[in-house]
């Protein structure tokens, strides 16, 4: 069965610190991994994967994937209280479109 | 472009009541999904449509969920009839079946039953 785990499920941090979300995959037909963050309403798009090793960056934002262990970070660097949200990792399967979300992981930035 | 679109926002029903939720996807894009999200389960998906054609419903959850997709701009998800353990949030979400650009999601219908 296809399966997204995140880690950990909650973080509690203060401003500027530096957070690394986990997420590992077992996907039939994986494809790509994709990071959502998700605020009020619908997740937003935030990255997406498909090569080992290759990071991706947008501003204080960075992943990177490891297609032999099944595994991506997330990293947010001088974080700040509107990266307060849920960030959601999920794997891409075949030429579908499909997606398997983990369970996401809450963060929570205080001043 | 507006967007995927659904309605309504907020739903409050009764239980034993039919509900309709309604999702128009972004122009062009040619797969079609619908997720639950409540705080015990996460995100699960539903079920998803690829060119109008129902391709996977092994998410949905009982004969009382059905979807469709009469056209490239239309799907509904109807729960016949209503408990109250359906309560949660009913996302639609589109893409190019290539999944090259990831998901657009819509913002979501709360549903509520009481």
């Known amino acids: 069965e296809d399966k997204v785990v995140q880690s950990p499920l909650s973080l509690v941090v203060h401003e500027g610190d530096t957070v690394t979300l986990n997420c590992s995959y077992e996907v039939t037909n994986f494809r790509s991994l994709l990071w959502y963050k998700q605020e009020k309403k619908a997740p937003t798009f935030l990255f997406m994967l498909t090569s080992s090793g290759i990071e991706k960056k947008s501003g204080r934002l960075s992943s990177i994937l490891d297609k032999k262990e099944l595994f991506s970070i997330l990293n947010i660097t001088a974080t700040q209280t509107g990266d307060s949200a849920i960030y959601l990792c999920?794997?891409?399967?075949?030429?579908?479109?499909?997606?398997?979300f983990g369970q996401g992981t809450t963060l929570q930035v205080k001043p | 472009d507006a967007g995927v679109i659904q309605s309504p926002r907020h739903e409050v029903t009764e239980m034993g009541q039919e509900v309709t939720l309604r999702c128009k996807p972004i122009?062009?894009?040619?797969?079609l999904f619908w997720y639950r999200q409540t705080m015990m389960r996460g995100l699960e998906l539903l079920i998803y449509?690829?060119?109008?054609?129902?391709?996977?419903d092994s998410g949905m959850p009982e004969d009382r969920f059905s979807a469709k997709m009469p056209n490239a701009s239309f799907s509904t998800l109807k729960i016949q009839p209503s408990e109250p353990r359906d309560s949660a949030v009913y996302f639609c979400?589109?893409?190019?079946?290539?999944?090259?650009?990831?998901?657009?999601f819509g913002s979501g219908t709360r549903l509520t039953v009481v």
């Open positions: 999920a794997g891409g399967s075949g030429n579908t479109g499909k997606l398997i």
């Open positions: 979400a589109s893409t190019k079946i290539e999944g090259r650009y990831g998901y657009t």
């Open positions: 122009s062009g894009h040619n797969s």
């Open positions: 449509f690829n060119n109008n054609v129902p391709i996977d």
